[in-house]
């Protein structure tokens, strides 16, 4: 056994996979990580199977069945159109997913952009974008995503770019944070010794070591950002009927409260349980990609 | 020893600001490095010691552009770098490179070893990029590692191999100058040696000239030509190697040697051991930086700095006692 340890310490062998497939593999070990993978996987899997899975045609009006309670024909019931409720959840699950995914994009790029600017380009570039980013913080939150629908008009689309331009400051913020950190580091100073400039120092040294965090952020964000754009459908202002958004059906379901649960039911389940799951695989993200874990 | 300095420094000062208050005046300087003039040679070490904080570092980045100059000047091969513009400084940092002290804090942790040593070939656009590759590659087996490991991450290696790494990126640039900053002293005393041997190997086959500093006169003693000691920003004394360890002048170089440990007991020095901390560089009293600890100070030593007095060929000391000699 101990001649076996020598061994592999001796020779210099191919590496035990890169980081990412180490991290990959705590990260199939990691309790929260199985439970939340596992949601994310079937949310992903809905969204990209598209309409052959569905039971039924999600957008189809049946007024005979309306109402009707959850059983083996219609496991999540039917709304007040009689359309089915399973087959809506299951395609809502791609706009989800797409708000989720887009808004972040959105966020993540512009507010890295800024935050890089800011924490490297000097006193001026920072006090500016630090300035803009004050006053975007400043506004309430949902403030401030129903002013941008309001100057971009009622849709699905704006509401993603509502709540990326919401979810920016916050990912300025960090990352200025991390750049400030960073900034005077050893590594750092070789290649500005080496003469390599600003930009290349920002954006080819500085980005990659702040990254992860980025991420770890990002799987935070993105439930978030979901929530967020189901309340915009559930205020109008977001996704427009018929298209099954989850936060819009909440809406139009919200008045069979009393003699129909099921019709709230069924969208308010799918969002809590895919934002647990979103959330639960974010902190098991956390856990794995730490850096103090990464050589283990 | 007729030829051009390679490097010469005349009157270099490097301040950082002391800033306080609400509107963040600047209501004082620490002299990091104050007044500094001494030329390398080409070829040659020159050995650059003294204690924690008494502005080693600061002056080997001055001397790489990386921090401020205050006031003098920085020659480096006939031309002056101060008040260069960036980008001709930049081209010409090409000859002058860095090894860092610290190689665990030094190389990028997210980025693949071979790629930190090809980083200076890719900034100067220096051939293409399959001929980097190929000067990575020779760079790694000439520092005695295997070329095959260039695509390993830097936590994948051991001190020593770091520190290899290092210098790797310092000397693929094919510099004249190299500055090591105590390339050593955050290696485990086994490693030391091998890492000392390399850098004079590769000064001879590379015909370089290093400016070594370090803190470790043993270190200092094995590799330089000569010496110049450090403290509180300035130099107080420069000589040859074997002039300044056999006849060392100013108070403070013969506190420094006679620390240096003695292997057996018998070789033990008679020690005369420095006492107090050194004063904060903020706010010196007037005249010699050494006066609160110097064991033979005069009352001359608190009124007036003292100038260089240069003694027997080499030999220059900043110490009113050399005066009469």
């Known amino acids: ?296 | 020893m007729t030829s051009q300095p390679l490097l010469s420094l005349r009157g270099l000062s490097a301040y950082f600001p002391i800033k306080s208050g609400l509107m963040q005046k600047t209501t004082g300087w620490i002299k990091a490095v104050d007044d500094i003039t001494f030329d390398v040679k080409p070829g040659e070490t020159l050995g650059l010691v003294g204690e924690s904080g008494c502005g080693k570092t600061t002056l080997s980045r001055t001397i790489l552009g990386l921090r401020a100059v205050q006031s003098g000047s920085i020659r480096f091969d006939g031309e002056d770098l101060t008040g260069m513009s960036l980008r001709d400084l930049v081209s010409k940092r090409r000859d002058m490179q860095l090894i860092f002290q610290d190689p665990n804090a030094s190389l990028d942790p997210k980025r693949r070893v071979g790629a930190t040593v090809r980083a200076g070939l890719d900034i100067h656009r220096i051939g293409t990029v399959r001929e980097r590759d190929e000067r990575v590659a020779e760079m790694f087996a000439r520092v005695g590692l295997d070329p095959s490991l260039r695509n390993r991450f830097p936590h994948e290696f051991s001190g020593g191999q770091r520190q290899r790494i290092g210098i790797a990126r310092a000397l693929i640039m094919k510099p004249r100058f190299v500055i090591c900053d105590e390339p050593v002293s955050a290696l485990d005393v086994s490693v030391q040696s091998q890492v000392l041997n390399l850098l004079k190997d590769l000064q001879e086959e590379l015909n370089l000239t290093y400016l070594f500093v370090a803190h470790n006169l043993a270190v200092v003693e094995h590799m330089v030509d000569r010496v110049a000691v450090m403290y509180l920003g300035r130099i107080v004394e420069l000589a040859d190697r074997d002039e300044l360890f056999d006849r060392p002048q100013h108070p403070y170089t013969k506190a420094l040697i006679d620390a240096i440990p003695a292997a057996t007991p018998a070789n033990r020095r008679h020690r005369a051991l420095l006492k107090g901390d050194i004063p904060s560089p903020a706010n010196l009293p007037p005249g010699c930086p050494f006066q609160a600890r110097c064991p033979s100070v005069m009352s001359k030593c608190k009124e007036k700095m003292p100038p260089d007095f240069v003694t027997g060929g080499n030999h220059r000391v900043a110490c009113w006692l050399a005066e009469d000699t």
Not at chain 1, 21 to 39: D, E, F, I, N
Not at chain 1, 52 to 59: A, E
Not at chain 1, 157 to 162: L, R
């Open chain 1, 1 to 296: 056994m101990t001649d076996m340890i020598l061994e592999e310490q001796q020779t210099f062998g191919k590496p035990t996979g890169s980081n990412f497939a180490r991290a990959m593999r705590r990260l199939l070990r990691h309790r929260s990580g199985q439970v939340g993978g596992g949601v994310v996987l079937v949310l992903v899997f809905c969204a990209l199977a598209g309409e052959s899975i569905l039971p039924y045609d999600p957008l189809s009006i049946d007024p005979i069945n309306r109402l009707k309670p959850p059983s083996a024909e219609h496991f999540f019931g039917t709304d007040e159109l009689g359309r089915d409720l399973f087959s809506r959840i299951l395609y809502g699950s791609r706009y989800t997913l797409m708000i989720g995914l887009v808004s972040t994009v959105i966020a993540a790029t512009f507010g890295i952009t800024m935050g890089l600017l800011a924490g490297g380009g000097g006193k001026w570039a920072d006090m500016l974008i630090m300035r803009v980013v004050d006053v975007l913080l400043a506004f309430p939150y949902i403030l401030l995503l129903l002013a941008v629908v309001a100057i971009l008009g009622p849709s699905l689309w704006t509401a993603m770019i509502a709540v990326g331009v919401g979810g920016m400051p916050g990912y300025a913020r960090l990352i200025r944070g991390e750049v400030l950190a960073q900034k005077d580091a050893e590594y750092v100073e070789a290649m500005r010794a080496l003469g390599a400039s600003h930009l290349r120092i920002l954006f080819g040294t500085i980005l990659p070591n702040v990254l992860p965090q980025m991420v770890i952020y990002a799987s935070f964000t993105i439930p978030l950002a979901i929530l967020a754009a189901a309340a915009l459908s559930f205020l109008g202002l977001g996704a427009q009927p018929p298209i099954p958004e989850w936060g819009a059906m909440l809406v139009d379901a919200r008045t069979f409260l009393r003699t129909a649960w099921w019709v709230v039911a069924a969208p308010g389940m799918a969002i809590f349980v895919s934002i647990l799951g979103m959330n639960l695989f974010g902190n098991a993200l956390r856990d794995v990609l730490d850096p103090k874990e990464m050589s283990k």
